[in-house]
């Protein structure tokens, strides 16, 4: 309706136009023909300007569904239809493209506590993100613009955590949080606040546990954001497939289906049970939950 009523006002605007030369014709005392000609005139005039106005407009209309789509389908290039609220990493590495440019210039910085924990490997598992400290109740705010794919309570891990996918690719974690403000699906601004921070799940005091992943793929969240100076380093960070597969740990990892057993998962995956034991600290008669990852080299 607004896009009819501007085309409404336009149209109208010129034909004001045409109607004040017109009577500024017949004041004149033109003759018929010259009247005509006149007339002709304004509307060879009247044809060239509407189409110029209504591409404007078209043009004005169109950005906005598009921006309305983006924020309604983040980064749906990449992810295609997949919209999963059950797990946290949702893609292989088979769906993940060698490089892609990852527009990083509209951001907040979550929390501005400092880091207490950083990311990589630790004894028995790698830690996939980094930890800023916070006190319990301390707001917590959405690092890009995106919508909320999945909000949960893991009691042996993220405590109560939110998963977000911006449309510039990424998706972002966070977690131990005491109070998740959002809800799946909602669509949420750079810097809006979406929890309050705390130490639920796995955790030894209050902190923000904050992840980057990229199709799945958990990216060293250093690379992309200086946490002293909360900035990113640049405006776009140039994800590499090759790089990250040999510093992120995530082809070392392996979750669990249905069916499997430790002597399957290490037949898979070249390697011995007694290794999957020693990497993962059980023993080999541990009852096998799915969906738990294991890292298998």
Known sequence: MKFNGLKFIAISALMITLQSGT???????????????????????????????????????????????????????????????????????NSIPDTFAIDVSDYCIPVPGYK???????????????????????????????KVRKTAYEARGYGYYVVMRHPNGLETVYGHLSKILVKPNQIIKVGDPIALG????LSTGPHLHF????????????????????????????????????????????????????SSIAAKHGTSVSRLCKLNGISAKKVLRVGTVLRVR
């Open 23 to 93: 009577v500024f014709g017949q004041s004149s005392l033109l003759n018929t023909q010259k009247h005509h000609a006149v007339m002709q005139n304004d509307l060879i005039s009247y044809n060239k300007v509407i189409p110029k106005i209504m591409n404007v407009v078209d043009s004005s209309l169109i950005a906005d569904q598009l921006k309305n789509m983006e924020a309604e389908f983040p980064a749906a290039d990449l992810y295609g239809d997949d919209w999963d609220n059950k797990w946290v990493k949702t893609f292989s590495a």
């Open 116 to 146: 207490t924990s950083d990311y990589g490997w630790r004894r028995y598992r790698m830690h996939k993100g980094v930890d800023l400290k916070l006190q319990t109740g301390d707001t917590v705010r959405a690092a890009f613009s995106g």
């Open 198 to 201: 705390g130490s639920t799940g």
């Open 211 to 262: 992840e980057t992943r990229f199709l799945g793929m958990a990216l060293n969240p250093n690379e992309i954001f200086d946490f002293v100076n909360k900035v990113p380093h640049t405006d776009t960070y140039v994800f590499t497939k090759k790089k990250q597969q040999t510093t992120s740990g995530t082809t070392a990892s392996y979750r669990i289906k249905s069916g499997d057993t430790l």
